[in-house]
């Protein structure tokens, strides 16, 4: 097939592009700095970014590359500012289509960053001086009134991971048995070698499974180890790999709360009770939960169940944590 084959010498500036997106439809480094500015307030000019990507940008490549189906994910590996997750948002509000997106960051600017601008991109359209240029009403969210379009095309729900740092799992390995100092033999080998600690892991602690919505874990601050929240259910719906349909709250006639998850998971029905066990009556709980749990493949519950069908979720999660 013949074609026209251009040298770089017979161009002044550069090689011809195969592909030409001008400045006035997908923006530029000052656009963008500029969209940013509007929607988060600075403190200090050198927080600011200087390769923030304008989401004109983004945009022309969703459009390109995502369909009109409602399962496109658009991932972001290096969210930077946010700019993935707040072109998404933009785009959806446009064509109606409900993609869904996933942006991480570990730099410490994600809380007063990124986190501030997709929770801002969802409350409003347009931004001026960290402040919705207009006010959005909500007066008929409840009722038979028309809501302005784009709050029914924006999206409802952004969940939010923070993961386990490397030095948070170093803080809180547990090893169950102490390292002991073996000297080689060999006489061109002057130093110690340490025997390998056997299963030095990550464990988690049982005991706390007892009282699950307090359950805490170590991390390192700059004033020393610090105890944070955990949210032990979202945890485990994600190591166990279900896939959640809906929660419940169960409360029982003494007054406990049960915490139901409703799940599936290769193509059986799951749920996953959590409850505080302190003062637990066994024989009251066999008599609230056993006509509850019918109709489930797989039921799962926080510490020690008198309840048949229903098996402990402990080591279950230890062995998925590899604490065994």
């Known amino acids: 097939m013949p074609r026209l084959k251009r040298f770089l010498s017979e161009v002044k500036q550069g090689i011809v592009p195969q592909t030409l997106w001008k400045y006035e439809d997908v923006g530029h480094t000052q656009d963008a700095k500029k969209e940013l500015l509007a929607i988060i307030n600075f403190l200090r000019t050198e927080d600011v970014l200087n390769t923030v ?15 009109k189906t409602q ?7 290096f969210a930077g500012s946010g700019t993935t997750g707040h072109a998404v948002i933009r785009q959806n509000r446009d064509d109606g289509v409900r993609r869904r997106f996933q942006i ?23 931004w001026k001086q960290g402040k919705p240029r207009e006010e959005p009403t909500f007066e008929g969210l409840f009722e038979n009134d028309a809501l302005p379009d784009w709050v029914e095309r924006s999206p409802r729900l952004v969940k939010v991971l923070r993961l386990e740092s490397y030095e948070d799992s170093l ?16 006489d061109t080998e002057l130093h110690y070698l340490f025997e390998k600690a056997v299963d030095t892991r990550a464990l ?19 004033d020393g180890p610090q105890a944070r929240p955990v949210d032990l259910i979202e945890t485990t719906n994600l190591l166990l790999g ?17 915490l139901a998850v409703h799940a599936h998971k290769d193509g059986h029905a799951w749920l996953v009770l959590w409850r505080d066990m302190a003062d637990l009556d066994i024989k009251a709980e ?14 799962r519950i926080n510490g020690d169940s008198a309840v048949p069908g229903i098996r402990s979720l402990d080591l279950e999660l230890a062995r998925a944590m590899g604490a065994l």
């Open 53 to 67: 990507k304008p989401t004109s940008l983004i945009r022309r490549v969703l459009q390109i590359g995502t369909g």
């Open 71 to 77: 399962t496109d994910w658009v991932l972001d590996f």
């Open 204 to 222: 988690i602690n049982v005991e706390k499974l007892e009282h699950p919505f307090d359950y805490t874990l170590e991390v390192l601050g700059e």
């Open 171 to 186: 803080q809180n390995l547990i090893s169950r048995e102490e390292t002991r100092p073996r000297k080689v033999s060999s």
């Open 242 to 258: 279900l896939d959640v349909v809906k929660y419940e709250t169960w409360t029982a006639p003494d007054k406990r709360e049960y």
């Open 286 to 299: 066999r008599k609230f939960l056993q006509p509850r749990i019918k109709g489930f493949d797989q039921v």
């Open 104 to 126: 991480v960051e570990m730099g410490t600017y994600f809380d007063s960053m990124v986190f501030q601008r997709t929770a801002r991109a969802l409350y409003a359209p347009e």
